[in-house]
């Protein structure tokens, strides 16, 4: 989770987590698969720049590739998050969250969060009530006495 955005690297996708948007498919922004690494590179660093270079290495590896192709995919993660943006928090948009950092490289000014499964939360939640009833029973067992 990225602020107000699920990001998937999954499915190549960032969809918005308001639920106040009428159509969910304007929720949902996809990405291709190497504009999708960049911003897992990004994240992975998150609050700290990342070099040019070290993103078109990371990315792109053996195969030579020009400056403007970072540049592209940089352009569409920011087009991808302002197109999602909510009403309730303008101040994030692509730039703001996507900083340039003049002759270095790029920086994701938020720090990723980690998503818990429904699945976790369920048995984190099961652990809780088991715990509470075996408190109850152990309290129980011991005043009756």
Not at 53 to 71: G, H, N, P, R
Not at 92 to 113: D, E, F, H
Request: hydrophobic fraction near 40%; charge should be positive; include cysteine.
């Amino acid at each position: 989770m990225l602020g107000q955005w699920l990001v998937s690297p999954s499915s190549n996708s960032i969809s918005s987590l308001q639920k106040n948007i009428k159509d969910r498919s304007a929720q949902v922004k996809h990405l291709e698969p190497k504009v999708m690494v960049v911003l897992c590179l990004l994240a992975k660093h998150a609050t700290k720049t990342v070099t040019r270079d070290a993103l078109i290495e990371s990315v792109w590896q053996k195969v030579t590739v020009s400056d403007e192709v970072l540049t592209r995919c940089i352009s569409q993660i920011r087009k991808a998050f302002d197109e999602l943006n909510c009403k309730s928090a303008p101040e994030l948009t692509g730039k703001s969250l996507l900083a340039t950092v003049p002759k270095q490289g790029y920086r994701l000014t938020l720090q990723p969060q980690p998503v818990i499964s429904s699945t976790k939360k369920r048995a984190r939640g099961l652990f809780a009530l088991a715990m509470s009833i075996g408190v109850i029973a152990l309290g129980a067992l011991l005043f009756s006495e």
